[in-house]
């Protein structure tokens, strides 16, 4: 009787061990399913990035303006090569893109931006001051100095005098005093944050211009 015991209770603890052995194997196989599932997860999740980033095959104006991570080309409206761009130097032109991102119905019903030729490189940046709000198309575009690295120009607003390094959009010294009315709204801003001025990528593909509105 004592022999019996023993092996049933042998038998009792093989089953058990077996038992907690498929478990674990199940669990096993799961984390193993989980982790698989997880890592494809990503690698789809990294191609759909990769798919929406549209700057494939832009011929972008590369060293002109800051290098973005984000990109976001967009068509200009009516445009279909560089050479259609203003190609008068040292003058603000503006040209409409049509961009929903750029258009405001009150401000700028067309989405318009600015375009400088300065020797021999081209810059795209905002339609207007982001102090003032006026309009750029008679600011004046100036030669570098210490504060744009002696290479980026910069552009100094007619109004209120805001100055900016036209590459980069930063807000550096201002060039000149402002007027009267100017200096009434430049005193109105002088406490808040000085904005910079948003700057764009151009670029061409497939005989259409973009811009990057990122």
């Given at each position: 009787?004592?022999?019996?015991?023993?092996?049933?209770?042998?038998?009792?603890?093989?089953?058990?061990?077996?038992?907690?052995?498929?478990?674990?194997?199940?669990?096993s196989?799961?984390?193993?399913?989980?982790t698989t599932?997880?890592?494809?997860?990503?690698k789809?999740?990294?191609?759909?990035?990769?798919?929406?980033?549209?700057?494939?095959g832009?011929?972008?104006?590369?060293?002109?303006m800051e290098?973005?991570?984000k990109?976001?080309?967009?068509p200009?409206?009516?445009?279909?090569?560089?050479?259609?761009?203003?190609?008068?130097e040292?003058?603000?032109?503006?040209?409409?893109?049509?961009?929903?991102?750029?258009?405001?119905?009150?401000?700028?019903p067309?989405?318009?931006v600015?375009?400088?030729?300065?020797?021999?490189?081209?810059?795209?940046?905002?339609?207007s001051?982001t102090?003032?709000?006026?309009?750029?198309?008679k600011?004046?575009?100036?030669?570098?100095?210490?504060?744009?690295?002696?290479?980026?120009?910069?552009?100094?607003?007619?109004?209120?005098?805001?100055?900016?390094?036209?590459?980069?959009?930063?807000?550096?010294?201002n060039?000149?005093?402002?007027g009267?009315?100017?200096?009434?709204v430049?005193?109105?801003?002088?406490?808040?944050?000085k904005?910079?001025?948003?700057?764009?990528?151009l670029?061409?593909?497939?005989?259409?211009?973009?811009?990057?509105?990122p």
């Amino acid at each position: 009787m004592p022999a019996s015991r023993s092996i049933a209770l042998l038998t009792f603890a093989a089953a058990i061990f077996s038992v907690e052995s498929f478990t674990s194997s199940i669990h096993s196989v799961n984390r193993f399913q989980s982790t698989t599932s997880l890592e494809a997860r990503r690698k789809s999740l990294r191609k759909t990035v990769a798919a929406g980033n549209n700057a494939r095959g832009v011929n972008s104006m590369g060293g002109e303006m800051e290098p973005t991570k984000k990109t976001n080309w967009v068509p200009v409206s009516g445009l279909t090569s560089m050479a259609d761009l203003p190609q008068e130097e040292n003058v603000v032109k503006l040209v409409d893109t049509m961009a929903d991102q750029l258009i405001n119905g009150a401000t700028n019903p067309t989405g318009a931006v600015s375009v400088v030729n300065y020797e021999g490189k081209t810059y795209c940046f905002a339609s207007s001051c982001t102090c003032c709000q006026i309009p750029l198309a008679k600011a004046k575009v100036l030669p570098p100095n210490e504060e744009t690295g002696g290479v980026a120009p910069r552009l100094s607003c007619d109004f209120c005098k805001a100055t900016y390094n036209i590459r980069t959009g930063e807000r550096i010294e201002n060039a000149d005093k402002p007027g009267l009315l100017g200096g009434v709204v430049t005193g109105l801003f002088s406490k808040s944050e000085k904005k910079p001025l948003p700057v764009y990528d151009l670029g061409e593909k497939n005989k259409s211009v973009l811009i990057n509105l990122p």
